[in-house]
């Protein structure tokens, strides 16, 4: 089983990216796929999750109305679509199935 997430970088604040989340070894259009992400020298945070079908999404306060997560159930890959980004949003990625994580990837917004 491996998770894959790709995209992040380094951002001017109110700018956008687009985060995937490519999943290797899982039933992936059965099972739920969630977003955390952690700051430094704070804890992991949740950010988003989608139901298996896609159908469904939910959001923490801080990301609502900014942030859309969605998949692609024929390409076993999920994504994470950021916009009107801040200083607060800095932080390590990361995607989540059934109980395995990916590494992460990296996102900085610049002041």
């Known amino acids: 089983v491996q998770l894959v997430e790709s995209g992040g970088g380094l951002v001017q604040a109110g700018g956008s990216l687009k985060l995937s989340c490519a999943v290797f070894g899982l039933p992936f259009s059965t099972q739920v796929l969630r977003w955390y992400r952690e700051a430094a020298g704070k804890g992991r945070e949740w950010v988003a999750t989608v139901t298996s079908s896609g159908d469904a999404t939910a959001y923490a306060d801080s990301v609502r109305g900014r942030f859309t997560v969605s998949r692609d159930n024929s390409k076993n890959t999920g994504f994470l679509q950021m916009s009107a980004l801040n200083g607060e949003d800095t932080a390590m990625y990361y995607c989540?199935?059934?109980?395995?994580w990916g590494r992460g990837t990296q996102v900085t917004v610049s002041s």
């Open positions: 989540t199935m059934s109980n395995y």
